[in-house]
């Protein structure tokens, strides 16, 4: 029952220490079966009663093979540092052989102890998904605050040089309607920094593509991102509704639809072709910042339209 160097095999161990702790359930993979007839014969061996024994499914990768480093993070950590939120990494692995139906997915910590029954359990081996790990975490994102999320965001957004600490403490309500912002459409806290920088730098470089498909025509782009500027110069209250109001009022003057108006104005003031709605990015860059990004943005197509 020992091995040659003097230390206890395997099974011996895992029985005694079983005995020693008096556990009474015994849940593992399924690739431990041929271990339990022999536990058996140590636990009576010892004089001791039997737990119940419980053999689950092994977790397998998206190939349909056994779980390894060959599939990608192996660590907790690692997915945190990809910007996985704990809450979402303890949903995602309790729906691994599990599920407490009526297609329920996304649940906190005390939904799975309420919903948690044995009947749930599966009896096919589980597959990691990340790509579905993403879509959770982008779920659990949405429903959390922005106060949860302000201490994870600032510290991503100072390793990415974006911010400091300091910087997000003194402007603590603006980074935390930022965050109420942007995590809408984010699957990793990676994806909110990514989408914050039109917000935090001075700078921003322009899509190609958004280039392409929302300033062809240079110099109408020009005329009407100049016209929005003055409009938006002269709004007098900063407000969604009010800039919403003023811009369609513009779009009407020109005699053409808003979308004419706010596509190329989006990539003016973010660089992309995709960002939250329009009026909620003028109202979180301020009026100061905003014009300034379609003065540069006129800037720059009047040079390129030279080339």
Known sequence: MICSDGTPIYNLAVVSDDIAMQITVVMRGDDHISNTPKQIMLYEALGASL??????????????????KRHGATAVGDYQHMG?????????LALLGWSPGHDIEVMSVDDMVRLFSTD???KKAAIFDPQKLEWMNGQHLSRASAERLLPVVATALEKAGL????????????FLELIDLLKIRARTIDHIVHQAEPYLKDDIDYDADAVATQWQDRDETAKILAAARDRLATTANWSPASIEQSLRKLAESLG???????QPLRVALTGLTVSPGIFDVLQTLGRERSVARIDAAIRYISTTARR
Request: hydrophobic share 40%.
């Open 84 to 92: 996985i939120l704990p809450e979402t990494m303890l949903n995602f």
């Open 51 to 68: 737990p119940k024994f419980a053999h689950l499914p092994m977790i397998h990768g998206t190939d349909g093979k056994k779980l390894s």
């Open 120 to 122: 749930g359990l599966s």
């Open 256 to 262: 053409i639809s808003g979308g004419k108006v706010f």
């Open 163 to 174: 911010a400091t600490m300091r910087d997000v403490e003194k402007r603590r309500d603006w």
